[in-house]
């Protein structure tokens, strides 16, 4: 067997270790480094290749690096705009448009974010020209500024929290274009919009995932459907990834061939088919990391490919990583890197041994999407907990129709170019083949284990990586024979068909589970086997069902929906899909008008009768009783339209269950508080559910007053709202209550033991 050759690879290694080494500024990375290279330097004695020399070369890769690094980091944070920014200085821009917009939601309205090359600032009294990137944070007209244009901008100018741009700009009013954009960013433009106008006439997801294939444009895409997507391993066809270069250039080469186009042309037209493509899907780190990673793709394609491919893997990390060392710490580069390196390494193999017993077709279609996964598993896992189970078979079933959508969405847009009606054509076409991906979506999503929980912790990734491994090592010994091949094939119907049990999971004689479904609220009562009343939806209907389905909850009596505001309403979907429910219950404010929208079209998709939740009203289902305190009969039920008195109207539920009391408040504001402490004086409870995601805004009186040993905190990781804040926690931590919260804990299930009051989380003890 003939030895590898592992410099590339090797040298690829030490420019990854530079490029972390300049970003994170860790002088233990150094060492690390060094003692690799060391290390490195004893096992290519044994290979028979020139030691010193690649030795030399690997130390010198790694310097490079993180020399690049550190100059970038300079020249970006210690500029005229840097410094400007450190005195959040008004100032005036002229600078080119680098990036599409991308609208921002929060809690005062929509704004656009967009990155600007600036060329010259106003400031201070000074003007300075320069070369650097700045985020620009504007009103919704900057959403309509081209990409490439030139623009004078004016605002205040703050400390950006990367170390990829100089500053944040925050515009006053409108862009002033003073330049349109060049020739080839407006030819761009105009393919795009051609691509969208192929596919206008086509139902929804359709419309959206057309050019989502073709140049990652995935801005009409319905997050249900992504949602459906990231759980059947399909995401990665919503991004701008190598297999969209790929496919493109690809079928650019084949015409050229058609058109007895030889030799070196051949290369022109690819070159021409690459820089066109990074035009089309935008210039950003992330398109050109696609486009190299989808050139090494091609080498691979060719005479030797495995050996060419992997050498140009090798050049590719480096060549990537002296040009922007930022990609070290970026986890799509690393993924697009582990998906390559997994079909350049295993596939092969895996194709050869199908393909004893399969059509050699089938075999490769089978061993590319399969050693892409298992390569990217651990890493995915490490993002999102998650390891998916149906990805394989899910990309396999997908891969006859995506090159065939992807051809022809491009077909069309360039068609529509000439002749619109020839380029609606091919976008119809374009458009059947997307509707067969995104039914295997639906479908797959829908099975019981689409996805299985896993840890984030070291040891569980740790324990996830040495079972890849021992995956990649067995795996030859069984595909290459039909009995086992074909076993395998069933164990992994069996495992995708039938839940596997949770030992211990829901805890037995729980009584209330907060759910971890990010920044929102999604709390479930335990109404009897398999049958839970449900208090809010969450912001995300996947997230909502995956936890219902963990606590075997088959029957909803009844859903609460405290108010209207999406992290509450948004994920009802989710509740409804595949299981009985009876009735839906809201506040009697109607604001805002588009999360009544979201409730109303969900009821009556799935034949749920919606009615306003009675004050007063004491009620037992099961084994709850609950009685509403809020809001009271009299309150508006017509508000401003933007949302804005919608917490205040929350429902507020006083729950009995088990011998156990529970004040569920939605996001009721102090002022609402005050008034439930007149109205209950010496109300204590066992558990209360902090209102408003643990907000600063309380009425700690109130609060402390009811004595609840233990407080939940439904709030998502890394909220841009500061939720929850100190001011609220410390002092119920104070009284000697428990505090848990689920971006820290996960799910939260409250128990009764005995007498005693409990909780379990998913995230450990």
């Given at each position: 067997m003939r030895t590898p050759d592992l410099r590339m690879p090797l040298l690829a290694l030490g420019a990854w270790i530079g490029g972390l080494a300049a970003n994170l500024v860790a002088v233990p990375l150094v060492g690390v480094a060094g003692a690799l290279g060391l290390v490195t330097v004893v096992l290519l004695r044994g290979w028979g290749l020139p030691i010193w020399r690649t030795a030399g070369a690997l130390l010198l890769v790694i310097a490079a690096v993180a020399c690049s690094g550190l100059v970038r980091q300079h020249q970006t944070g210690h500029n005229p705009v840097s410094d400007l920014a450190s005195q959040r200085a008004a100032v005036t821009v002229v600078a080119t448009v680098g990036s599409d917009p991308r609208v921002l939601?929060?809690?005062?309205?929509?704004?656009?974010?967009?990155?600007?090359?600036?060329?010259?600032?106003?400031?201070?009294?000074?003007?300075?020209?320069?070369?650097?990137?700045?985020?620009?944070?504007?009103?919704?007209?900057?959403?309509?500024?081209?990409?490439?244009?030139?623009?004078?901008?004016?605002?205040?100018?703050?400390?950006?929290?990367?170390?990829?741009?100089?500053?944040?700009?925050?515009?006053?009013?409108?862009?002033?274009?003073?330049?349109?954009?060049?020739?080839?960013?407006?030819?761009?433009?105009?393919?795009?919009?051609?691509?969208?106008?192929?596919?206008?006439?086509?139902?929804?997801?359709?419309?959206?995932?057309?050019?989502?294939?073709?140049?990652?444009?995935?801005?009409?895409?319905?997050?249900?459907?992504?949602?459906?997507?990231?759980?059947?391993?399909?995401?990665?066809?919503?991004?701008?990834?190598?297999?969209?270069?790929?496919?493109?250039?690809?079928?650019?080469?084949?015409?050229?061939?058609?058109?007895?186009?030889?030799?070196?042309?051949?290369?022109?037209?690819?070159?021409?088919?690459?820089?066109?493509?990074?035009?089309?899907?935008?210039?950003?780190?992330?398109?050109?990391?696609?486009?190299?990673?989808?050139?090494?793709?091609?080498?691979?394609?060719?005479?030797?490919?495995?050996?060419?491919?992997?050498?140009?893997?090798?050049?590719?990390?480096?060549?990537?990583?002296?040009?922007?060392?930022?990609?070290?710490?970026?986890?799509?580069?690393?993924?697009?890197?582990?998906?390559?390196?997994?079909?350049?390494?295993?596939?092969?193999?895996?194709?050869?041994?199908?393909?004893?017993?399969?059509?050699?077709?089938?075999?490769?279609?089978v061993a590319v999407p399969a050693a892409a996964q298992l390569a990217c598993t651990p890493l995915v896992a490490a993002i999102s907990g998650q390891v998916s189970i149906v990805a394989v078979a899910a990309n396999l079933v997908v891969a006859p129709a995506v090159g065939p959508a992807t051809v022809l969405g491009l077909v069309g847009g360039l068609l529509g170019l000439v002749w619109d009606p020839a380029g609606r054509l091919a976008g119809a076409a374009a458009g059947w083949c997307v509707a067969w991906i995104v039914e295997v979506a639906h479908r797959g999503a829908s099975l019981p284990s689409a996805a299985i929980e896993w840890g984030t912790g070291a040891v569980s990734l740790a324990v996830l990586t040495v079972l890849c491994a021992a995956a990649a090592l067995v795996a030859p010994h069984l595909l290459r024979r039909r009995t086992t091949g074909l076993g395998c094939a069933l164990l992994m119907v069996v495992a995708v068909v039938v839940r596997p049990p949770t030992p211990g999971w829901p805890p037995d004689g729980w009584v209330l589970a907060m759910c971890d479904i990010g920044q929102g609220d999604a709390l479930v009562l335990n109404a009897g086997p398999g049958t839970g009343i449900v208090v809010d939806a969450g912001p995300d209907p996947a997230l909502v069902d995956r936890c219902l389905s963990r606590l075997d909850v088959e029957r909803v009596p009844l859903v609460v929906l405290t108010h209207f505001h999406a992290d509450h309403v948004d994920g009802l979907a989710g509740v409804l899909d595949g299981r009985s429910v009876g009735a839906i219950e809201t506040t009697r404010l109607q604001d805002p008008p588009e999360g009544v929208d979201v409730v109303t079209e969900a009821a009556r998709s799935a034949g749920v009768p919606i009615s306003t939740a009675a004050f007063g009203g004491t009620r037992t289902i099961g084994d709850v009783t609950f009685q509403v305190l809020w809001p009271p009969a009299d309150s508006p039920s017509v508000g401003p339209g933007d949302g804005s008195t919608a917490n205040e109207a929350s429902v507020v539920l006083l729950v009995e269950i088990r011998g156990m009391r529970l004040l569920l408040t939605g996001d009721v504001e102090p002022e609402g508080q005050a008034a439930l402490a007149g109205m209950l004086p010496g109300l204590h409870v066992d558990v209360l559910k902090l209102p408003h995601h643990g907000s600063r805004y309380q009425d700690l009186d109130f609060l402390e007053s009811l004595q609840a040993g233990l407080v939940l905190v439904s709030v998502g990781a890394d909220n841009d709202y500061g939720h929850p804040s100190a001011e609220a926690l410390e002092p119920l931590a104070a009284t000697g209550a428990t505090i848990l919260r689920t971006d820290l804990d996960g799910d939260v299930v409250v128990a009764r033991r005995g007498d005693s009051v409990v909780a379990v989380t998913s995230a450990g003890p």
């Open positions: 939601s929060g809690r005062f309205g929509d704004q656009v974010m967009v990155r600007l090359d600036v060329h010259r600032v106003t400031g201070r009294g000074s003007t300075f020209e320069l070369t650097t990137p700045v985020l620009l944070i504007g009103d919704l007209a900057w959403g309509e500024v081209p990409l490439g244009a030139t623009v004078r901008a004016s605002g205040r100018l703050s400390p950006s929290d990367g170390s990829d741009v100089a500053g944040m700009l925050g515009a006053n009013g409108k862009p002033e274009t003073l330049a349109p954009p060049d020739l080839w960013w407006r030819g761009a433009d105009a393919l795009r919009q051609s691509l969208r106008d192929s596919v206008a006439s086509r139902p929804a997801d359709q419309r959206a995932l057309v050019p989502a294939l073709v140049d990652g444009d995935d801005t009409n895409l319905d997050a249900a459907l992504a949602d459906d997507f990231r759980d059947t391993g399909l995401t990665h066809l919503l991004a701008v990834s190598g297999t969209n270069l790929t496919l493109v250039v690809g079928f650019l080469l084949v015409v050229a061939r058609w058109s007895r186009v030889r030799g070196r042309w051949l290369y022109v037209v690819g070159g021409c088919g690459i820089a066109g493509f990074v035009l089309l899907a935008r210039t950003e780190p992330s398109v050109l990391r696609a486009a190299v990673m989808g050139t090494v793709g091609l080498f691979a394609m060719g005479v030797n490919g495995r050996e060419r491919g992997f050498r140009a893997l090798g050049v590719a990390v480096v060549t990537l990583l002296l040009v922007q060392p930022a990609l070290a710490t970026s986890i799509g580069f690393a993924l697009s890197v582990l998906a390559t390196t997994g079909i350049l390494v295993l596939a092969p193999g895996w194709r050869d041994d199908l393909s004893r017993w399969l059509p050699r077709w089938l075999a490769e279609a």
